[in-house]
């Protein structure tokens, strides 16, 4: 049972330059989500998800996108990555109020 | 809307020594709280739910609905809590599973 998985691990952009951060989970969540971390102001909410076919946004959704056309899979992509997008990314999913994350993508935008 | 708060970015204290860490919120409803650890460049875990209303690792957590605080107590804290604590909401069915997260406090525990 691998949870929830994103990949890559560690990226770097350069500015303008668009990429797909994926995150997959094998729990049947319904609910999935994707946070950026940022020092001092804790875990934002950027899109999340109640099940497939169905998103919305969250906190701070300017600049990402998301898709969710299977239960498992919740991937965000950045349209034209800014140095404001310097952060680290966490795909979170629950079923009720436990939530499971995923080990992180921290991304630098040069 | 929903907040939290958590007013300590830093907190340092002596192994042994008790600990709190301060979380307040803000929501017009009945809500859940959570604390999450984060040890270092490791993913984040569920530490407490205050509807559980257990003790993890010697933590223990009670919801004070007058004060609206969610306060992480620990009475002899040891080098391995070392870690960024975050408090989270969530409110409840009118709000699905979506949880809001405070800033965060990162607490040392030195030897």
């Known amino acids: 049972n691998a949870g929830v998985t994103q990949t890559p691990k560690f990226q770097v952009l350069k500015t303008g330059q668009s990429m797909t951060l994926q995150c997959a989970q094998d729990m049947n969540h319904e609910y999935m989500s994707w946070y950026r971390q940022d020092p001092g102001m804790g875990l934002r909410l950027i899109h999340y998800s109640v099940g497939a076919g169905i998103t919305d946004q969250g906190e701070v959704p300017n600049g990402y996108n998301v898709s969710r056309s299977t239960t498992e899979d919740f991937p965000l992509r950045l349209l034209s990555a800014a140095p404001s997008q310097t952060s680290v990314y966490f795909c979170a999913s629950s079923q009720g109020y436990g939530y499971t994350f995923g080990s992180g993508t921290r991304l630098t935008v040069v | 809307a929903q907040r939290v708060t958590q007013p300590e970015k830093l907190l340092s204290v002596f192994k042994g020594a008790p600990v709190e860490l301060k979380c307040n919120y803000s929501y017009s409803g009945s809500p859940e709280l959570f604390w999450y650890v984060q040890y270092s460049r490791q993913r984040l875990q569920l530490l407490l739910r205050h509807i559980s209303r257990e003790s993890i690792k010697g933590f223990t957590a009670d919801l004070n609905k007058g004060e609206t605080s969610f306060h992480l107590k620990k009475p002899f804290a040891q080098e391995e809590d070392s870690a960024m604590y975050y408090c989270?909401?969530?409110?409840?069915?009118?709000?699905?599973?979506?949880?809001?997260f405070g800033e965060g406090t990162q607490l040392t525990v030195n030897p």
């Open positions: 989270a909401l969530s409110g409840g069915e009118t709000s699905g599973s979506r949880l809001t």
